[in-house]
């Protein structure tokens, strides 16, 4: 190569440089399209100051997604019996859609499917009054509830391939997705232990990644249909042995090869709660939209962030728009994560997932 070659060549990098530069930086600058939080719905006694708190600290902290976990807290005009206890009404879930409109805060509802339908001693109201969706009627719930146990039970699920289990499921997701005026369900389907049980009469013998992949796209297709999008956590979808996650956080049911089958519109949560592991590249490599989910541990959360944050800035464009930002995890009720924020006795000041969630807001 010549000298005027080399000047030649030497240009071309620079302006290329020139000209990428304010594009990565743009990118490194641009806020997470998600700055989420995952709580368990209000009680009805709790709305109005729950309200308060959407009003006055959620949406000033840049809280943009507001996932609220409502299961069976409200009361379904298309199936009444399977309503808890002092349920939320409609004219509750309104107060909940005006302040989330006000601040534009997008609302989405969860009830959970598939898996969780029992928890420690007590099965869900699904199966309490739907016994036959059972996936596993042979295996009794306990009087004393230990892990492990000889049953593998953690919670029970239903059968995905019973004939009935989604003409009642779907009346609840339309019912629930309209009253709460969302684009978006979340369905949970997280640590799924029961599934293509050798005792079902229908699911035995299928395959489990089959079965997890028709059961998310039964669903998605549904809310399709309404123009709904479907969220649903990702611990089934990671391989727990080969990555060394666990059963937890991964599957060790090898429901895992359901990740190449299931739409690819389906958003994903990444929990993980012990390490900032870097699974949403898995999730946004094969082409899905991903949300990074901390817990209770504010250096795991703060880390996760930073993952985030890192690896946004270092993918192409079509990746680093899959990688979406952050939706943090309460795993107990509204009005403990109230008490919490609101410091209230020194266990809720204390509180590992509200401190959490005080560091993320200050990182993202």
């Not at 700055?35 to 209000?42: D, E, F, I, N, Q």
Request: net charge negative.
């Amino acid at each position: 190569m010549n000298s005027m070659e080399i000047r030649v060549a030497a240009l071309v990098l620079v302006t290329v440089a020139a000209v990428l530069a304010p594009v990565t930086q743009v990118q490194a600058r641009e806020p997470f399209p998600v700055k989420g939080l995952c709580v368990g719905a209000p009680a009805k006694d709790d709305i109005d100051e729950f309200v308060t708190l959407v009003d006055e600290e959620l949406a000033p902290a840049g809280v943009n997604t507001l996932i609220l976990r409502v299961d069976w807290g409200f009361r379904y005009a298309s199936h009444p019996e399977l309503a808890g206890e002092r349920p939320l009404e409609k004219e509750d879930v309104k107060k909940l859609v005006e302040v989330c409109k006000k601040h534009q805060i997008r609302l989405i509802p969860q009830i959970n499917l598939l898996g969780h339908q029992s928890w420690a001693t007590h099965p869900g109201k699904l199966l309490e009054v739907y016994p036959e969706f059972d996936e596993t009627p042979g295996v009794k719930l306990p009087e004393e509830y230990k892990w492990p146990n000889p049953d593998g039970l953690y919670c029970k699920s239903y059968c995905p391939l019973h004939p009935g289990v989604h003409e009642v499921v779907f009346d609840l997701v339309d019912e629930i997705t309209e009253v709460f005026e969302t684009d978006a369900f979340h369905a949970g389907m997280d640590e799924v232990f029961y599934i293509a049980h050798p005792d079902c009469p229908r699911c035995q013998g299928h395959d489990p990644a089959e079965l997890f992949a028709g059961e998310v796209t039964k669903i998605r297709n549904h809310l399709a249909l309404l123009q709904k999008e479907l969220w649903i956590w990702g611990d089934r979808l990671i391989d727990g042995r080969t990555t060394g996650i666990g059963l937890w956080e991964g599957s060790y049911n090898n429901t895992h090869r359901a990740i190449d089958l299931i739409p690819k519109d389906v958003v994903i949560c990444d929990w993980h709660y012990e390490k900032a592991h870097p699974t949403p590249v898995l999730f946004a490599a094969k082409g899905y939209r991903v949300v990074a989910c901390p817990w209770n541990n504010p250096g795991v959360g703060t880390a996760q962030v930073a993952m985030m944050k890192f690896l946004r800035e270092n993918s192409s464009r079509e990746m680093g728009g899959k990688l979406s930002g952050i939706v943090h995890t309460y795993w107990s009720s509204a009005r403990n994560f109230m008490d919490g924020m609101a410091g209230k006795s020194e266990k809720a000041r204390n509180d590992g997932s509200v401190l959490t969630f005080r560091e993320l807001v200050k990182a993202w």
